[in-house]
């Protein structure tokens, strides 16, 4: 465990190290990007590790995995982000540990969300998933809402009891007039990101960038990234 804690508080310093040069290039400050450990696949002791070197932000992106990693972790201080393509039969779950679904991208989802969260007395908080590759009126291959439904979707969640819109969300896509073009990506985002606050102001999240891709993101205005093999590295993964 000792070797794995090293291990971690390595990567970690070395992700830091890149979001923090990726600000002082872009002239923003190191405290407006927060980091989000993606933990997806790794154990329940690696979350562990990580909270005691610093990390408050984790995410999964299923929820078989995640809701016993959540209840294994209930004694710390994290917040849970889910970013998986989420069904709505998993929402009833999801809304019992998550604090924020960041992949939110069709009406029947926001229902289901707002119908759970207010059956479990929690207040969601909901970034829209925008697809750069969809067309018009449809979903992205990876989950998302093309980019001319974010403001209906927003409505939506706005006016849902037991959600909080929080802003958007999207993944460098991989096909599409984006396809290798991470930074144009991410910039596209935020100019939707600005068209959402100036109907929503406090929607002013902006979840972008991986670990191959977070100085494009960082460059772009991202206010979080998602981080999760250049911390967690290539240990053997669950399932």
């Not at 590790?49 to 610093?54: A, D, S, V």
């Not at 925008?130 to 439904?149: H, K, S, T, W, Y």
């Not at 960038?209 to 981080?227: N, P």
């Amino acid at each position: 465990m000792t070797d794995r804690r090293t291990q971690l508080a390595g990567n970690l310093e070395r992700v830091e190290e890149r979001i923090s040069a990726a600000c002082a290039a872009a002239g923003r400050k190191r405290e407006d990007v927060t980091l989000i450990v993606v933990t997806k696949t790794y154990p329940a002791s690696d979350v562990r590790l990580l909270h005691e070197l610093g990390v408050r932000h984790v995410a999964e992106n299923r929820d078989q995995d995640a809701a016993p990693k959540a209840a294994a972790c209930a004694d710390l201080d994290l917040t849970w982000h889910f970013v998986g393509q989420l069904q709505t039969n998993k929402v009833r779950s999801v809304s019992g540990y998550a604090h924020v679904v960041q992949s939110v991208d069709r009406p029947k989802l926001v229902t289901a969300l707002s119908g759970a969260a207010e059956r479990a007395g929690r207040e969601l908080g909901c970034l829209i998933q925008v697809a750069l590759d969809a067309e018009a009126g449809e979903r992205g291959d990876r989950g998302g809402v093309a980019p001319d439904g974010i403001e209906e979707l927003a409505a939506a969640v706005e006016a849902a009891p037991g959600l909080r819109l929080d802003g958007l969300m999207t993944v460098a896509p991989l096909t599409g007039p984006y396809a290798g073009r991470e930074r144009a990506a991410f910039a596209r985002l935020m100019e939707f990101s600005s068209r959402l606050r100036a109907i929503h102001p406090a929607a002013n999240m902006v979840s972008a960038g991986m670990s191959a891709d977070l100085e494009d993101a960082v460059a772009a205005g991202a206010t979080h990234v998602r981080i999760g093999t250049a911390v967690l590295g290539d240990r053997p993964r669950l399932g």
